[in-house]
């Protein structure tokens, strides 16, 4: 009689526990899940080909994607890397499986030399910091690992040229490969709060 009574009592609890953590967060905004969709679909099938045309032009096809989503609202992550001090933090935020997002208030942790060049030449004016005032104070309060709701727009804190990096444009096909396994968007943060559950 009591061993039933606690598979009755242990079915329910995992019933509950599948039923707050069963689905993951990224999944539930639908513009995430179809951003993130669409890098899959992309992704998949250039990898298995095995093709380094394919490869090459997954890799832009991404971007290109990366590049229609704009500003976004609500998204869930997973605060991944921060390094740097207030003044040039740079943060790796996790948006689905091995998808981040990459914001960054000042470009040498990102870039270096020639690229910076490259950059420099496209307009005189400094491009915007990755992260807003309030995202940093925001951020102070949370710890790595943590669940967090965002809001920004992806690539905002390069302007037009940050893309034309992106792109991996005279990279080899390991290089885009690479990109298509783990891919990094630069994005501008604007909202950064602890995910409340829902």
């Not at 020639?114 to 309030?134: C, I």
């Not at 965002?150 to 792109?167: C, N, P, T």
Request: proline share 5%.
């Amino acid at each position: 009689m009591n061993a039933s009574r606690r598979l009755v009592l242990l079915g329910s609890s995992s019933l509950t526990l599948t039923g707050c953590f069963g689905k993951p967060c990224e999944e539930r905004n639908p513009a995430q899940l179809a951003f993130l969709d669409g890098l899959k679909a992309l992704a998949k099938p250039a990898l298995a080909s095995g093709n380094p045309l394919q490869i090459e032009e997954a890799a832009k096809q991404s971007i290109g994607l990366a590049e229609k989503v704009g500003a976004f609202s609500d998204w869930c992550g997973t605060l991944g890397k921060i390094e740097g001090k207030a003044q040039n933090v740079a943060v790796t935020i996790d948006i689905g499986r091995q998808v981040s997002l990459y914001a960054f208030n000042d470009w040498t942790l990102a870039f270096a030399g020639s690229v910076l060049d490259l950059f420099s030449t496209r307009s005189r004016q400094p491009p915007p910091p990755g992260l807003s005032e309030p995202a940093i104070a925001a951020l102070k309060t949370l710890r790595l690992g943590q669940r967090i709701s965002l809001s920004g727009k992806m690539g905002e804190i390069a302007g037009s040229g940050v893309f034309d990096w992106s792109r991996l444009f005279g990279k080899s096909e390991t290089e885009h490969r690479q990109f298509l396994q783990t891919p990094r968007f630069v994005a501008r943060i604007e909202v950064l709060a602890a995910e409340v559950k829902k």
